[in-house]
């Protein structure tokens, strides 16, 4: 919503809003944009009247605003109506969906035409390095932004990106999540595939065909459809193995118009090596020159909070992210491990989201966590909103891990768990904390404890 109202600004328009109290970096972003939020929800922020209300999905329908809004006959609309009615009528939008990668693989599109030289419009979940903010406006024909499978608003309950009208859509994967909207994996997969039938004829699906949840979405589109993926029976793959080393991965691709094309990609794991390709398909057919994409690759500095190496305190390094499905959990791992060989890696895990607490993912947490070498599990963030049906056993799966030579820990709170760090970090370890929220500032509280410890 905050970016959201920067690119409204951008445009000329009068903007004002209303929210919970803000802190960096969203305060921040307002007060660039010299936004002033109000706080809190009184219905007098409404007077004067606005012309138009932009409602956000955490809104409830009995928010005081909300019910004064449709009191007054105040026009109202979602975030994702607003997006689609401003910025991407008059585009052609790109849509990066999929449960997984979809920030990274967004803002490695928004980077590489924007380094080719097409200033691109773009909204990202959240913020390029290279970019150094999560908007443009953008003068370039593409819109590029991310797709998310959350509902919309109170009173728009379908999936955010079936409004963002893609030209082209970009599909990096299929897995079940979002179970408080989604009562199972069927409609979730009925949602996807709602999205991959909107690209027109002459538009084009981007799919990962190393996922068969994808191949059966993809049948779906009504356009042409490239598969890409690791795999040699997609469309779009390496040439040979991917070489990983700790500045990233090395590898080869095939060009229809100038042949090989050796990429260097400054991220681990294999699953960026897959975001890069879905980028490529794209790219190419929009034309941009592939040695200028490979030079803008080369470059890329990644996304805050995907994989961020927050910095590195009595020998300790210290690594934020955002996983928190089992299979991000695994990968992020994985990755880790190529980025750091040789070294312990440490995991401090918050089920942050509804989903991640949930029993449901029990066997697959650990099947994820089984690559690290020490794990810490934070408390159920949303442990009274499950019944103890629905709760993930966080005893349980610690004393699995454990058996299975995994050394777990499970907390009471964020603090004991700090503590647990702080008494247990060891010169050249690798602890990454992972959640889908702020984590109590963790990665940063860590590092100062070690400096003064």
Known sequence: ????????????????????????????????????????????????????????????????????????????ISMPQALSRFFLMQRQPLVVAGTHGKTTTTSMASWVYTACGMDPGFLVGGVPRNLGRSFHQGTGQRFIIEGDEYNAAYFDRGAKFLHYRPETAILTSVEYDHADLYPDPESLLDTYAELAALPP??????????????????????????????????????????????????????????????????????????????????????????????????????IKRRLEEVGTQAGVTVIDDFAHHPTAVGKTIAALHEGFPGRRIVVAFEPRSLTAGRSFFYQAYLEAFRGADRIFLAPLFHAQRLSAEERLDLEGLAAELTGRGV?????????????????????????????????????????AGLKDG
């Open 201 to 302: 004829e002459d538009g084009l699906l981007v799919a990962c065909g190393d996922s068969p949840e994808v191949r059966l979405v993809a049948e779906k589109a009504r356009c042409p459809v490239i598969f890409y993926g690791l795999e040699e029976h997609n469309d779009l793959h390496p040439l040979g193995p991917v070489a990983t080393a700790p500045d990233g991965s090395r590898f080869t691709l095939q060009d229809v118009e100038i042949g090989e094309v050796e990429i260097h990609l400054p991220m681990t794991g294999l699953h960026n090596v897959c975001n890069l390709l879905a980028v490529w398909a794209v790219a190419r057919r929009d034309g941009l020159d592939p040695h200028t994409m490979a030079d803008a690759v080369s470059r890329f500095e990644g």
């Open 407 to 447: 050394t777990t820990t499970r907390t009471e709170s964020n603090d004991e768990l700090l503590r647990g760090l702080l008494e247990e970090a060891l010169p050249g370890d690798v602890v990454v904390t992972m959640s889908s929220g702020k984590f109590d500032d963790l990665p940063r509280r860590l590092l």
């Open 1 to 76: 919503m905050a970016p959201l109202a920067c690119l409204l600004k951008e445009m000329g328009h009068r903007v004002r809003g209303s929210d919970n109290p803000l802190y960096p970096p969203m305060s921040t972003l307002l007060n660039a944009a010299d936004i002033e939020p109000m706080s809190g929800f009184d219905i007098a922020h409404l007077d004067p009247a606005p012309d138009l209300v932009v409602v956000g999905n955490a809104v409830p329908r009995h928010n005081p605003q909300a019910l004064e809004t449709e009191r007054l006959g105040i026009p109202r």
